[in-house]
């Protein structure tokens, strides 16, 4: 059985998410605070994390921040903040969804299934021999789940090696934000369109010697993006 942490320090949303992830098949674990759900989401192992951004001893936002450092599953951030900057933040720190309260718990647990899915997915993958990528420079290992830049090993988030694999794949092909959205994401955009911005401005920044003069990842202005050959 999957096992959920939600780290909520409002009693009631974080039993109403509990109830309905359990309803679904999940085993779920609540704490209350940022020191103790960071503490035990270091020390124990679970398969994807609900995570508040508006805490009590330490904010969701480094919470994150030293999740990410450690483990690579799945991070959704939720809040009542609405601007586009926290959401960009959070993204930016490494969480893989970020939802606005209020929301209804059935599209929460449809987004933990959708993020689970893909990760399993992923982890999952048996190959006897590494399935490689190489172009210009960039060298992805899609079974080892490794990129290196020049020789030199970058590390890469979950959803930013998806999504840069998927436009390196899929060579001098515009792609929408909505499709690279749905693809990556396994959902329809529904507004979330910053998701894809930021994880581009993140990957350009670890894969381009100059991110004013992009050499792999062209913007089409007013459609979405591209991988350069």
Not at 30 to 57: N, Q, W
């Amino acid at each position: 059985m999957s096992r959920i942490l939600i780290i909520e320090d409002e009693v009631a949303i974080a039993d109403l998410e509990k109830d309905y992830l359990e309803l679904s098949g999940f085993e779920v674990v609540m704490e209350h605070a940022g020191d103790t759900g960071l503490a035990r989401a270091l020390s124990e192992e679970f398969d994807l994390i609900v995570l508040d951004l508006m805490l009590p001893g330490i904010d969701g936002f480094e919470v994150c921040r030293q999740i990410r450092e450690k483990k690579d599953i799945p991070v959704i951030m939720v809040s009542a903040k609405k601007d586009d900057i926290d959401k960009i933040h959070g993204l930016g720190l490494g969480a893989d969804d970020y939802m606005t309260k209020p929301f209804s718990p059935s599209e929460l647990v449809a987004r933990v299934k959708a993020h689970m899915s893909r990760y399993n997915r992923l982890v999952n993958t048996n190959q006897k021999v590494n399935d490689v990528i190489e172009i210009r420079g960039i060298r992805i290992d899609k079974t080892a789940r490794r990129v290196y830049i020049d020789g030199e090993e970058k590390n890469f988030t979950t959803k930013e090696f998806d999504l840069l694999t998927f436009l390196a794949e899929n060579p001098n092909h515009v792609f929408t934000k909505e499709e690279l959205f749905r693809e990556i994401w396994d959902m329809d955009s529904v507004g979330d369109i910053a998701t894809v911005t930021v994880h581009i401005k993140k990957i350009r920044e670890k894969i381009e010697a100059g991110s004013s003069k992009p050499q792999y990842i062209e913007t089409i202005w007013g459609v979405g993006y591209r991988f350069k050959l």
